[in-house]
């Protein structure tokens, strides 16, 4: 095997959810880059269908199609599911990316807050993938599983609520999930793993990355001096879902330029004389 045939999707089919910007489309560039037939859906159906142009305009080896979709709700992960069934018998990769954030001081953070975070980020995410087993495991082979990624962050890994409190505890809770389900999928050759992005140029984040000189200011707070780039994610996941990442399952990558590791001071070394 050739390290280009480690990275190969062609033929497979890929459901990217919010896949109308940040993450979502940078996965899905990926994806396509890659050979594969990736469907991209999220709330802003006409904003997918933009993605979706641009990037069957590359010329790459793949196509995408973009559609709306909302994993909000039980009814709309449930349309959501019927539209992915009308379009293909089989899925080889699901990457549950949806997600929302919510940022107040601690003495203000709403009850509100927690429902409709934990709804779309866990929830919808657990909803979706069950949903959609009957087609990932259509696809599955003992020598080639389904895949199922779900966006997580450093921000589930590491105590830093920094004002999104619901947001960070839902990623704790689709790490958790990750595990979990991949536990349970593995006989149905189906592996499960989760990216823990740091921070990314996104409508989520544009708060703090939305010019260059932001992004600097943030990226100076990060162990390896930058926000992640579209590559970063794109590798990420192509490595999980790709024929060299077959025997991986249960695993969360760290996407966040050393952010997972940070601890606290180093006490020991100040106290040297």
Same mark, same amino acid.
């Given at each position: 095997?050739? @390290?280009?045939?480690?990275?190969?999707?062609?033929?497979?089919?890929?459901?990217?959810?919010? &896949?109308?910007?940040?993450?979502?489309?940078?996965?899905?560039?990926?994806?396509?880059?890659?050979?594969?037939?990736?469907?991209?859906?999220?709330?802003?159906?006409?904003?997918?269908?933009?993605?979706?142009?641009?990037? *069957?305009?590359? !010329?790459?080896?793949? /196509?995408?199609?973009?559609?709306?979709?909302?994993?909000?709700?039980?009814?709309?992960?449930?349309?959501l599911a019927a539209q992915? /069934? #009308?379009?293909?018998g089989r899925l080889h990769?699901?990457? *549950? *990316?949806? !997600?929302?954030?919510?940022?107040?001081?601690?003495?203000?953070?709403?009850?509100?807050?927690?429902?409709?975070?934990?709804?779309? *980020?866990?929830?919808?995410?657990?909803?979706?993938?069950?949903?959609?087993?009957?087609?990932?495991? $259509?696809? #599955?082979?003992?020598?080639?599983? $389904?895949?199922?990624?779900?966006?997580?962050?450093?921000?589930?890994?590491?105590?830093?609520?920094?004002?999104?409190?619901?947001?960070?505890?839902?990623?704790?809770?689709?790490?958790?999930?990750?595990?979990?389900?991949?536990?349970?999928?593995?006989?149905?050759?189906?592996?499960?793993?989760?990216?823990?992005?740091?921070?990314?140029?996104?409508?989520?984040?544009?708060?703090?990355?939305?010019?260059?000189?932001?992004?600097?200011?943030?990226?100076? /707070?990060?162990?390896?001096?930058?926000? !992640?780039? @579209?590559?970063?994610? #794109?590798?990420?996941?192509?490595?999980?879902?790709?024929?060299?990442?077959?025997?991986?399952? &249960?695993?969360?990558?760290?996407?966040?330029?050393?952010?997972?590791? /940070?601890?606290? @001071?180093?006490?020991? #070394?100040?106290?040297?004389?």
């Amino acid at each position: 095997m050739t @390290p280009a045939n480690l990275f190969d999707l062609g033929g497979k089919i890929a459901l990217v959810t919010g &896949g109308s910007s940040g993450i979502g489309e940078m996965a899905a560039e990926g994806l396509v880059r890659a050979g594969a037939r990736v469907l991209l859906a999220s709330r802003r159906g006409e904003a997918c269908e933009a993605v979706a142009a641009r990037l *069957n305009a590359l !010329g790459t080896p793949g /196509q995408a199609e973009g559609f709306a979709g909302d994993v909000s709700t039980a009814e709309g992960v449930a349309a959501l599911a019927a539209q992915v /069934q #009308a379009r293909t018998g089989r899925l080889h990769i699901l990457f *549950n *990316n949806a !997600g929302r954030s919510w940022g107040a001081p601690l003495s203000d953070f709403p009850h509100a807050a927690w429902e409709k975070v934990m709804s779309l *980020n866990v929830a919808g995410l657990f909803e979706l993938t069950r949903s959609l087993l009957p087609l990932l495991r $259509a696809a #599955a082979t003992d020598d080639d599983p $389904a895949r199922v990624v779900n966006t997580g962050s450093v921000m589930g890994e590491v105590p830093m609520g920094d004002d999104a409190y619901s947001y960070a505890a839902s990623k704790a809770a689709v790490h958790h999930l990750t595990r979990i389900l991949a536990k349970e999928l593995a006989a149905s050759r189906i592996t499960v793993n989760a990216l823990a992005p740091g921070p990314f140029v996104s409508k989520m984040t544009a708060f703090a990355t939305g010019d260059d000189e932001m992004r600097a200011r943030v990226g100076a /707070q990060v162990p390896l001096g930058r926000v !992640g780039r @579209p590559e970063d994610i #794109a590798a990420a996941l192509l490595y999980l879902c790709g024929p060299g990442g077959g025997y991986v399952t &249960g695993a969360i990558l760290p996407v966040s330029g050393g952010i997972n590791v /940070q601890t606290g @001071p180093d006490i020991f #070394a100040e106290g040297k004389p």
